[in-house]
């Protein structure tokens, strides 16, 4: 059973960090891209960051550019969300996912894979 499980959230001071982690198992997603979406109360999910299957390709939101940066471990089948100088409209679920091919992609339907979601919450 393929299942993508998200967890470093929780409730930080405006100008703070978080570091989201997103583990794969039950299948190796070393050849596909991987993905981080936000989802805030209210509004529809939205593209944060996303790092193609060898790593070399990055792109970001241009609301995170610069202060997050998205990295994965393919040996242990892990992307990583880095977040510094948080801001509370960052407050949002986010979520990991699985792309279906190895380019990097923004587009919420080109992943196959998502996981529960782990909650960040800013406060001013």
């Known amino acids: 059973q393929v299942q993508l499980v998200e967890s470093g959230g929780g409730l930080v001071q405006a100008g703070g960090s978080l570091r989201l982690s997103c583990a794969a198992s039950?299948?190796?997603?070393?050849?596909?891209?991987m993905g981080w979406f936000r989802q805030a109360p209210g509004k529809e999910r939205e593209f944060v960051a996303a790092?193609?299957?060898?790593?070399?390709?990055?792109v970001y939101a241009d609301s995170v550019k610069g202060r997050f940066t998205i990295s994965r471990d393919k040996v242990k089948n892990t992307v990583f969300l880095q977040m510094n100088k948080l801001k509370p409209e960052d407050t949002a679920v986010y979520y990991c996912?699985?792309?279906?091919?190895?380019?990097?992609?923004?587009?919420?339907?080109?992943?196959?894979?998502w996981g529960q979601g782990t909650q960040v919450t800013v406060s001013s």
């Open positions: 790092i193609s299957a060898n790593g070399f390709r990055i």
């Open positions: 996912a699985a792309g279906r091919a190895a380019t990097v992609t923004s587009t919420s339907g080109a992943y196959a894979y």
């Open positions: 039950g299948r190796t997603f070393s050849t596909v891209s």
